[in-house]
């Protein structure tokens, strides 16, 4: 047998003893996780089914449950059955884990959001509305559902197709986190900049309203943070060459303009 042989042979065996671990439901679940890891570092192309199966179980171990958030942020899911049913399985979760007053599960409801926006239909982007609204009662959502939109349209060539409401949603969140009454450092201060990243790269005209509160605010800190957010964005789109990208590119690129022109008077 030769030598490329054999060692196909041990690598198959290794992969069969780490299935063999992960699917034990009474391992250790760090002996589990630790498995479930390697097995996604090697690409194994059932790993994916295998996390939509184990989050589907609503009697998985919580430990073991939140492992599984967390790791299907790293597996790509070319099916697009399994792709719906893991989108609907996160968004599930994040739904009933965000009412949770244990904030040791708020990396997890991050997670899941993230996660869940990335597999999410176009058509369907609505349902992250459920997350612009105020904690219930303590886990804090906006901040990374407003980035997942943002990432979102980011991506997307036509902005003709954004909701109405969650444009509207968007937007009064920037107004309201973009007011001095309310503007603190931290979270308050992350909701606004991030509204604003969302609604600029919605292509919505509101952004000019937007950023002159930014500049009337006269915060040096809270320039420089959304400037470079909005200059991501316009590195992203510059690269696209898309001619549906026309209009917001240049919308944005006059506000950037704006903000620097107002960290200069």
Not at 223 to 248: I, M, N, Y
Request: proline share 5%; hydrophobic share 45%.
């Amino acid at each position: 047998m030769s030598p490329e042989s054999q060692a196909a042979i041990r690598a198959t065996q290794a992969r069969a003893r780490l299935w063999s671990v992960v699917r034990d439901a009474n391992a250790p679940v760090d002996d589990r996780i630790e498995a479930l890891a390697a097995l996604i570092a090697e690409h194994d192309g059932a790993v994916a089914e295998f996390i939509v199966e184990q989050l589907e179980q609503s009697d998985a171990e919580t430990e073991w449950q939140q492992a599984l958030v967390l790791a299907a942020e790293q597996i790509a899911v070319p099916d697009s059955a399994l792709r719906r049913r893991l989108t609907r399985t996160l968004y599930n979760l994040a739904s009933r884990l965000r009412t949770s007053t244990d904030q040791g599960v708020e990396p997890i409801v991050h997670s899941a959001i993230r996660c869940c926006a990335s597999l999410l239909p176009g058509a369907e982007v609505t349902s992250l509305l459920l997350f612009l609204e105020p904690p219930s009662p303590i886990i804090e959502t906006r901040v990374v559902a407003l980035l997942a939109i943002a990432h979102l349209f980011e991506a997307e060539r036509d902005h003709r197709c954004v909701p109405t409401e969650l444009a509207d949603r968007v937007y009064e969140l920037a107004c309201k986190f973009l007011d001095k009454d309310w503007l603190v450092p931290g979270t308050k201060a992350a909701i606004g900049q991030c509204a604003v990243y969302a609604l600029a790269a919605m292509g919505d005209c509101r952004l000019v309203d937007c950023i002159q509160r930014v500049n009337q605010l006269g915060l040096p800190w809270l320039r420089r943070q959304v400037a470079v957010k909005l200059e991501s964005l316009v590195r992203t789109w510059e690269q696209e060459e898309a001619e549906q990208l026309a209009g917001p590119l240049q919308l944005v690129r006059e506000q950037l303009e704006e903000l620097r022109r107002g960290s200069s008077d």
